[in-house]
């Protein structure tokens, strides 16, 4: 059935029309469309002895799974050959099976990991991130990496001992390199408390920071100085501080979530369900493996979570079938990576090591599975590792925008949303910290704004 064959009979030709015309209407670029077609070429010429309305969706989701762990194409060349075969089956063909298939989680597969990958980045020597030309050696903060390779070690190695989080690793080192540009690339032994100080001064005036951000570089700097270099900073009152809003959290109605929940599809609803309904973080869900879910208490395992603690969670009773079914597919997925050799997934903290078996092992598999392989960036061994986060953030903006929420709603939105409902139905302040991990109980007294907000209650005089 290619577009070249001259002998293409009249049915695959109205095929090829109807596939040309879908592309058109969903607005892809002329210069693309070729490339969409040889996709599906590609694709068709896996089986040139059958129709494609002879195909099904087990067939496209395991040519999808073959062309993910080729390694040969681009994370952009992957997405456009998911979407070409998306569009051939659904518009060209008007295959049944086509509205079955969980088309956007193929193509949120599509990231491999790289060497600064929240999940692998702690693994890279320290020594070898402050190398030049390689790692984060891009663009002037690269540059003050390779010139300061001393100080930026020794920042590393301190983090690291103290277990911090990877994404505090990243953020301090990337606030220390900031700073060191903003004063020229001078060592920053050689600087103190004024440099310090015209930096944060720096990011108020002139770049308008939040007071977060002002306040992430203040405890990396502070960090820097006081557990790094052994020169105290002292005080640091005097300097120009952004403006710290007070906010309130983004909560939705019940009937709100609901209908959230109900503009998803696929692992993405899963997903965002069990974030509504157990007040997970975003990458505590996405970085769930089997072994923490229990179906028997209906409670899941939530491990190393903010502030390296592990906390306990319900699993909603609505969602138990349709988490086990999920779980039945990732169970064969990984039975037909191990029959090919595969099947190996990560292991943080020299785990590996320690239980060489255990990357194969069933209940160390991630619940929420790529379904695009992935090689390591370091030793290049080929693994499954858990979906990208970008993908299901995506997906609950635009199911908002369907659902008609006028709210700026995000993933962390329903984790809102289920201590506020909490409170509502009458739970205890106390467990609600307890479910959300929070280490202070006024971090968790924010969501109490709906129960004690006084323009709630007040009857406007327009409405006697």
């Known amino acids: 059935m290619s577009l070249a064959d001259p002998g293409s009979t009249r049915r695959a030709r109205e095929t090829w029309q109807r596939f040309f015309k879908a592309l058109v209407s969903q607005q892809v670029k002329e210069s693309q469309r070729p ?22 969706r087990e067939e496209v989701e395991r040519y999808l799974e073959t062309l993910g762990g080729s390694g040969g194409l681009a994370d952009w060349q992957y997405v456009q050959a998911v979407e070409a075969l998306r569009i051939f089956f659904s518009a060209a063909i008007q295959a049944d099976w086509a509205a079955e298939v969980d088309w956007a989680y193929w193509k949120d597969s599509a990231r491999r990991l790289g060497p600064e990958h929240a999940t692998v980045a702690r693994e ?37 001992r103290r277990a911090y989080s990877i994404r505090t690793e990243q953020a301090y080192e990337q606030w220390v390199c900031r700073y060191i540009a903003f ?75 609901r209908a959230l929940l109900a503009a998803l599809d696929g692992v993405q609803r899963l997903m965002a369900s069990l974030l509504y309904g157990t007040g997970m973080r975003l990458m505590e869900c996405v970085r769930l493996r089997v072994k923490d879910v229990d179906f028997r208490y209906r409670q ?57 078996n255990a990357p194969r092992e ?28 970008n993908g299901l953030q995506k997906a609950v903006k635009r199911a908002a925008v369907v659902a008609g929420i006028d709210k700026k709603v995000n993933c962390h939105s329903l984790r809102h949303s289920f201590a506020t409902h909490l409170l509502e139905n009458g739970y205890d302040i106390r467990t609600v910290q307890e479910l959300l991990g929070h280490a202070d109980v006024s971090t968790t007294m924010v969501y109490t704004h709906v129960l004690n907000t006084p323009g709630v209650a007040v009857r406007s005089p327009l409405d006697r």
């Open 124 to 160: 890279v020597p320290v020594s070898a991130r402050t190398r030049p030309g390689r790692g984060r050696s891009k663009g002037y903060l690269g540059e003050v990496r390779s010139k300061h390779p001393e100080v930026i070690t020794r920042l590393v190695t301190e983090i690291r």
């Open 362 to 389: 069933w209940p160390w598999q991630y619940v929420f599975p790529s379904r695009r392989l992935s090689a390591d960036p370091r030793s290049g061994q080929v693994r499954r590792h858990h979906v990208h986060e």
């Open 300 to 356: 899941i395992v939530v491990r190393d979570a903010k502030g390296a603690k592990d906390r306990v969670v319900p699993l909603p009773r609505v969602l138990v079938a349709d988490l086990r079914s999920h779980l039945e597919s990732v169970r064969q997925t990984h039975r037909a990576d191990v029959e090919r050799g595969l099947g190996e997934v990560f292991l943080p903290d020299a785990l590996a090591r320690k239980y060489p």
């Open 35 to 56: 490339w969409y077609a040889r996709g599906v070429e590609a694709y068709l010429r896996m089986t040139p002895d059958r129709p494609p309305e002879g195909h099904g």
């Open 183 to 257: 004063c020229s690339g001078r060592d920053p032994r050689a600087l103190g408390a004024a440099e310090v100080k015209r930096f944060l001064e720096h990011l108020a005036v002139h770049r308008t920071v939040a007071a977060s951000t002002q306040n992430q570089a203040l405890n990396a700097l502070v960090f820097l100085y006081t557990q790094v270099l052994d020169q105290p900073l002292g005080e640091l009152d005097s300097f120009t501080r952004a403006k710290r809003p007070r906010r309130l959290p983004v909560v939705l109605a019940g009937a709100e979530a």
